[in-house]
């Protein structure tokens, strides 16, 4: 919007002492004007002179102060007050009409309504995840998938930070007949976090809402962070991916060590965890990490541990334990997990993922990881990748990988994507 351009008020043009003085000038020049006029004419005696010269300093007298009172008329005019806005003039920014006449100092300036608008709007970014799968299986058809398209919203306000993730997967749709019935319905919807905290400082937040639970791959899930296309067997199979709860983490760093941890209360598994719970019993976990740097060739060197225990309203205890590395140094770098629960269905499951990466844009992988479920046996799986960064925001992904399952033949596939944040 351009800004506005004040106009000047007729009245104020000049100042009234600057038109005293111009009166003044005037008068004088008057004044030696009829003087040089009658000295200029030859015949009448020195008192006639005078006479003439007392009568038109009479008149040029009356005449100065005839102007002096419009003058005074005139500054009165201009120093009196706005009227009073109507009782029914808006109140509000939102309501309010700036015209070309209304007084500047009752209506607040056009640029600071929409910067005091644009503060309480939020930071909108996301991503965006397209790819392909195909592999060698019968009646396994390739096919392009629309995976993944997520928002986020954002904002901070002093010491409190809000942050949610809404996602959108395999493009959403939703339609159907009659009053109950849905008769059809593609892809899902889904809230993947929403939460609120408090900064206190970096030994202490507290954050309440959907969290996710701690562990490397499921807090750095984007498709433009992680190297591979697909994620390792264990994500999401062992620990729950999120609560309803609340959370407290921080960090504390000596020199080269450094303590990391977080803790979390809320409700257990259940069909509709968001809103209620299934029993008294909360579900509670935490995870505890020491990065270690032993000297400065070594660029990451963090060790971790995690635990999760529910209490469900029907079947045993579920208990949940796991390990986590990070490693890295120069152009290498490795991850790895691993994870077990005992419950109803026992599971265990480990990854690890070694990488090079050749320069700011190219990137390559290797990935074993096998998924263990009592009753169906051990899932094991090979996967090599390429990763390229033609943007820091964009990744382009191509992997081949080998899967071994119980009771079927092992199979190769494919699964190129394509990944940007914004």
Not at 50 to 59: G, N, P, Q
Not at 81 to 95: F, G, L, R
Not at 149 to 161: G, I
């Amino acid at each position: 919007m351009p800004e506005r351009i004040a106009r000047p008020r007729p009245a104020s043009w000049f100042s009234g002492g600057d038109v005293r003085a111009s009166v003044g000038l005037l008068a004088l020049a008057l004044s030696l004007t009829a003087a040089q006029a009658e000295t200029a004419q030859p015949g009448p005696t020195v008192p006639r002179r005078i006479e003439s010269l007392e009568a038109t300093v009479a008149r040029q007298q009356a005449l100065i102060h005839s102007l002096l009172e419009r003058i005074e008329a005139l500054e009165r005019s201009a120093c009196k007050p706005a009227p009073p806005t109507p009782a029914t003039a808006p109140t509000s920014p939102e309501a309010a009409t700036l015209g070309e006449d209304s007084p500047r100092e009752a209506w607040p300036d056009e640029m600071e309504i929409i910067d005091s608008r644009l503060a309480f709007l939020p930071d909108i970014s996301g991503y965006f995840d397209f790819e392909y799968r195909n592999d060698n299986r019968k009646n396994s058809p390739g096919a392009f998938r629309h995976h993944r398209m997520s928002l986020h919203l954002s904002k901070e306000l002093d010491s409190f930070r809000l942050f949610s993730e809404l996602e959108f997967e395999y493009g959403p749709e939703f339609s159907g007949s009659g009053d109950t019935v849905l008769d059809e319905a593609h892809g899902a919807i889904k809230l993947e976090r929403a939460w609120v905290e408090w900064v206190q400082s970096d030994l202490f937040t507290l954050r309440s809402g959907i969290v996710l639970t701690p562990g490397y791959w499921n807090v750095n899930h984007y498709p433009n962070v992680i190297l591979s296309t697909r994620n390792p067997l264990l994500v999401h199979e062992i620990f729950p991916k999120s609560i309803t709860g609340v959370m407290g983490y921080g960090s504390w760093y000596r020199r080269r060590f450094g303590l990391l941890y977080n803790a979390y209360i809320g409700n257990g598994s259940g069909a509709f965890s968001t809103k209620n719970d299934d029993n008294e019993s909360k579900a509670v976990g935490g995870h505890l990490s020491f990065d270690l740097s032993p000297n400065r060739a070594i660029d990451r060197l963090r060790l971790g541990i995690s635990g999760y225990t529910d209490n469900p309203a029907e079947g045993p205890r579920t208990r949940t334990v796991g390990y986590d590395a990070q490693f890295a140094m120069g152009r290498f770098s490795l991850l790895s997990e691993y994870a077990r629960r005992h419950s109803a269905e026992n599971r265990s499951g480990l990854y690890i993922q070694p990488s090079w990466r050749f320069d700011n844009r190219w990137a390559t992988y290797l990935r074993y990881d096998r998924l263990d479920v009592s009753g169906s046996g051990r899932r094991t799986e090979y996967t090599w990748g390429l990763n390229f960064r033609p943007q820091p925001l964009v990744s382009l992904k191509f992997e081949i990988y080998r899967a071994e399952v119980p009771d079927e033949p092992a199979f190769f596939g494919i699964a190129p994507s394509v990944a940007m944040a914004f």
